[in-house]
C-alpha cells in the first residue's frame, strides 16, 4: 500500500509541537505524543486522576504488585464544540480552549492517494506536500516561512491515504494573520515549478531509502500483497511513474478536490467562539470554488494468499503474516483488537513468550481497522535467520491456539487495560481530542464514537474473543512476506506448504540532480507550450495549417530611420518561406527552403548565404505557427526558463525565449539574438491585439526592440491560410 506521506496525525505533529506535551506511557507513539494542546494540569483525565488521588489513604503494607488497587478508569472525556456550516458550504467547528494562548487550525479535504491515477502513483503526496511548499499567489515560499517565523507559528499541509489535510498552531495575539494565511495557503497555492522539482526529488529519494530498510520494504510489500493490485490499495509507489508526474498534474489534482463543500474546519484555542466564527465567516466568504461532490474511495477487495521472498544478506530474518482485517465501525472491532493484543501485544503476549522460550526475537501483532476501509490484521517478527521457518509455525499455531479455547482472565484484563489506557491517551488534550473528532465527523462516525469504543472495550469477554477468533483469524488463508538470506534458513521456505514468489522491489537509483532538473524543466517547458498550444486554438488547428499569407505594416522608429515597409510573408509547409518587402528604395523578395533559398533586391538577384540566410532562417524559425508546434518538430527542444518562459532551440543554433502571458497563456514576447552586417544583436518582439482567425488567436500587433532600444511597430493587415499555395509560387523569381 503506498504510504508516501503520512496522514492527518502526521500533519498535525508539527503544528502541535510548540505546546507542552505530557510524557506518553511505555508503548505510546511518540509521533501521536506530540499531539498535544494544553498543559498536563489542564486535561479532564488528569483532573479526574488528580481528584482521586488526593483522596487521604490509609498505610498499607503491599507485598506485591496484584495487591496494588487502582481508581477506576475514567470515561473518555466529551467535547463541546460550536458547529455551523458556511454560505459555501465548508463545514467549520470551533473548539475554545480559554487559558492556552494559543489558536490552532486544521482543514481536512475529501481526498486521498487513493485517487491517485495508474502509473502515476505519487500525485495526491506530491500536491499535498506543494500546497504549503510552494507558496501562494501573493507571497513565495521565502515570503510565507518568514512571516510564520516572525509569528513563531507553524503550518503545514499533506495528503495521505483517504484526507488531505491544511493546519497551523501559533499565538492567540497573531489570530487574524494566521487565520489568512491559512486561508491563503487551502486556497491559494501557486504550486510553483522549482517546488514542484523538490518535492519529486525527496519523493524519489524516499523511494531509495524505503528500498534500503528492510523492514520497509516487507510491510509495503505484505500491504501490496495483500490488497493486490486491482485497487489503488495495492499499487506500489515507483520511480516510473513518480518521473511523469508534471505541475499540470499537481495543479489538476488541487483543483478536483479542494473545494469548500469538500472540506471541514476545525479551529480551536484561546477565543471566544462568536468573535472567531464571524473571522472565518469572512476570511472563508469569498472562497467560491465549485467542483462535482467527490467520488467514493474505491472498494477494498482482498487478494489471494501467498507466499513471498525478498532475498537479503543478512543474519536476522523479518516477515509480516496475515490477512485483511476490518473497519473501525465493525461491531466485533473490540474484541478483535483485545484478541490481537493477546497474540502479540508486547514481549508478555503469547507469541513474546513463545518466541523466548524458543530461543529470541520480537514480535508484535495488531488488528489495525480503518475509518473507511478495511485495515490489515498482521503479526510482524524479527528473529534469527536459522529459526524462519520455525518461527512461522510457531505464529501460525500460537494464532491457531486462539480458536481452540477461550484466554484467561488475566490475559483478558491485562489487554482490555492496555487498549484503555491507549483510548484515554488519544483524547486527555483538546488538541487530540479535536483531531480525533473531526476525523471521526470526516468519515461520518457519531460524535460519541469514542465513548461507544470505550464502552466496548469494556464490555469484552473471553468468549467473544474466541468467538471472533474462530470467525476471523485463519492462519492456513494468511499471506506471508520474508526478507532474509534463504540458505541461512533452517528449512526452506517450501516446506511450509506453498509456492514462494520472488520480490524484486525496483533499485533504479536516483538521477542525478542536474539530469533531473533538466528532465523537469523539459516537462514543464512542454506543458507551458501546450497550454499556449490550447490558448491559440488547440494544437489540432495549428498542426493543420497547411500555408498562409501574412502582410502587415512596419512602422520603424525615427531612430531606425523613420520609414515605412510593407512586407508580405507566405509559407507552405514544412519549410518554404518567402518574404516580399516593399520599400522605400525598392522591393525586396528572398526566399528559402530551410537550406538555401535566393535573394532578389532592385539591383541583382543571387544566391541567399551569409548573414542575409541566416536572417530568414531565423525568420522562418521564429514564425508564430512554428514556435507553437516546436514540440512536434523533430531537432528542437523546448525547456522551462522560468514559471511562464520557455527556452525554444534547434541543433542549427536557433534558440528563442518564448514568454506565455500569466493570464492568457498566449505568447506574449520573444526574445533571440539575430545576425546583422554588423554582429549580432538582441531582439525583443512582444505581441498584443489578439483576434480569431478561424478559430486560431492571433496577434495583429507587434512592437519590436532591439538592445532595448525602439525598433519598430508591426501590424497585421490580413492573415489567409490553408488557401491552396503551391512551393512553385514561392520558388518563383521576380
Not at 368 to 380: Q, R, W
Amino acid at each position: 500500500m503506498k504510504k508516501a506521506i503520512a496522514g492527518l496525525a502526521a500533519g498535525l505533529a508539527i503544528a502541535l509541537a510548540q505546546q507542552a506535551a505530557p510524557q506518553p506511557p511505555a508503548g505510546v507513539d511518540p509521533l501521536k505524543a506530540a499531539q498535544t494542546a494544553a498543559p498536563p494540569q489542564a486535561t479532564p483525565v488528569r483532573k479526574a486522576a488528580a481528584k482521586a488521588a488526593a483522596k487521604p489513604a490509609a498505610p498499607a503494607v503491599v507485598s506485591s504488585y496484584k495487591d496494588l488497587k487502582y481508581p477506576p478508569m475514567p470515561p473518555v472525556p466529551g467535547l463541546r464544540t460550536e458547529a455551523l456550516t458556511l454560505e459555501n458550504g465548508l463545514k467549520l467547528y470551533l473548539v475554545e480552549d480559554r487559558g492556552s494562548g494559543m489558536i490552532n487550525g486544521l482543514a481536512v479535504i475529501h481526498t486521498g492517494n487513493l485517487f491517485d491515477p495508474r502509473g502515476r502513483v505519487g500525485v495526491a503526496s506530491l500536491t499535498g506536500q506543494v500546497i504549503r511548499t510552494g507558496g501562494t499567489r501573493s507571497k513565495t515560499t521565502e515570503q510565507l516561512n518568514l512571516q510564520l517565523e516572525n509569528m513563531a507559528a507553524t503550518l503545514d499541509s499533506s495528503i495521505g491515504e483517504s484526507l488531505g489535510s491544511v493546519s497551523f498552531s501559533g499565538l492567540a495575539d497573531y489570530t487574524d494573520p494566521l487565520l489568512d494565511l491559512f486561508k491563503s495557503v487551502l486556497t491559494e497555492p501557486e504550486f510553483r515549478q522549482d517546488k514542484v522539482d523538490e518535492a519529486q526529488l525527496q519523493l524519489r529519494n524516499g523511494i531509495v531509502r524505503a528500498n534500503l530498510d528492510t523492514n520497509s520494504v516487507v510491510r509495503r510489500e505484505f500491504s501490496n500483497a495483500v490488497y493486490g493490485q486491482t485497487t489503488p490499495y495495492g499499487w506500489p509507489l515507483e520511480f516510473a511513474g513518480v518521473d511523469q508526474i508534471t505541475r499540470a498534474d499537481l495543479k489538476a489534482f488541487y483543483e478536483r478536490y479542494y473545494f469548500p463543500k469538500n472540506t471541514i474546519v476545525a479551529i480551536w484555542g484561546d477565543f471566544d467562539a462568536t468573535q472567531v466564527k464571524g473571522k472565518i465567516e469572512k476570511v472563508f466568504g469569498d472562497w467560491k470554488a465549485e467542483q462535482a461532490p467527490s467520488p467514493e474511495f474505491p472498494k477494498v477487495t482482498a487478494a489471494a494468499p501467498g507466499t513471498y521472498l525478498l532475498k537479503k544478506n543478512e543474519m536476522q530474518t523479518q516477515f509480516m503474516l496475515g490477512s485483511l482485517g476490518g473497519e473501525a465501525r465493525d461491531r466485533d472491532d473490540a474484541p478483535l483488537q483485545v484478541m490481537a493484543e493477546v497474540l502479540g501485544g508486547g514481549a508478555s503476549s503469547r507469541l513474546g513468550e513463545r518466541l523466548r522460550k524458543d530461543g529470541g526475537g520480537t514480535v508484535a501483532a495488531a488488528w489495525a481497522a480503518n475509518l473507511d476501509h478495511p485495515g490489515l490484521f498482521e503479526i510482524s517478527c524479527s528473529v534469527p535467520a536459522f529459526q524462519t521457518v520455525k518461527a512461522v509455525r510457531a505464529a501460525r499455531a500460537e494464532a491457531a491456539s486462539m480458536r481452540q479455547a477461550e484466554v484467561t482472565e488475566d490475559e483478558l484484563q491485562a489487554a482490555k487495560q492496555r487498549l484503555l489506557n491507549h483510548l484515554l491517551y488519544s483524547y486527555d488534550t483538546k488538541a487530540k481530542a479535536v483531531l480525533q473528532l473531526t476525523r471521526h465527523e470526516y468519515f461520518g462516525y457519531p460524535k460519541d464514537f469514542a465513548q461507544q469504543e470505550q464502552k466496548a472495550l469494556e464490555a469484552v469477554t473471553r468468549a467473544d474473543v474466541l468467538r471472533v477468533a474462530k470467525e476471523r483469524m485463519d492462519p492456513d488463508k494468511w499471506t506471508l512476506v520474508v526478507a532474509g538470506n534463504p540458505i541461512s534458513f533452517d528449512e526452506p521456505l517450501e516446506k511450509l506448504g506453498a509456492p514462494v514468489l520472488p520480490i524484486e522491489p525496483a533499485t533504479v537509483a536516483p538521477k542525478p540532480a542536474a539530469a533531473l532538473e533538466e528532465e523537469t524543466r523539459r516537462k514543464h517547458g512542454r506543458e507551458l507550450l501546450a497550454r499556449a498550444q490550447a490558448a491559440a486554438g488547440g494544437v489540432d488547428k495549428l498542426a493543420a495549417l497547411k500555408d498562409y499569407t501574412w502582410e502587415a505594416g512596419f512602422q520603424f522608429d525615427a531612430a531606425a530611420g523613420g520609414m515605412q515597409v510593407t512586407e508580405t510573408d507566405r509559407w507552405v509547409a514544412p519549410n518554404s518561406f518567402r518574404q516580399d518587402s516593399v520599400m522605400p528604395s525598392g522591393r525586396i523578395s528572398a526566399y528559402v527552403d530551410g537550406a538555401g533559398g535566393w535573394i532578389a533586391t532592385p539591383q541583382a538577384t543571387g544566391a541567399l548565404e551569409g548573414t542575409q540566410l541566416k536572417q530568414v532562417q531565423g525568420d522562418l524559425f521564429r514564425s508564430f505557427f512554428s514556435l507553437l508546434l516546436s514540440d512536434r518538430t523533430v531537432g528542437r527542444a523546448v525547456i522551462s526558463v522560468d514559471e511562464a518562459t520557455v527556452e525554444i532551440s534547434d541543433t542549427s543554433g536557433q534558440a528563442v525565449l518564448l514568454a506565455m502571458d500569466p493570464r492568457t497563456a498566449l505568447p506574449l514576447s520573444a526574445t533571440y539574438r539575430t545576425a546583422t552586417a554588423t554582429g549580432d544583436v538582441s531582439v525583443e518582439e512582444t505581441y498584443s491585439d489578439y483576434r480569431d482567425v478561424s478559430g486560431l488567436k492571433l496577434p495583429f500587433h507587434t512592437s519590436i526592440t532591439t538592445e532595448g532600444r525602439k525598433y519598430a511597430e508591426v501590424s497585421v493587415k490580413q492573415f489567409q491560410m490553408n488557401t491552396g499555395l503551391q512551393v512553385k509560387d514561392l520558388e518563383k523569381k521576380p
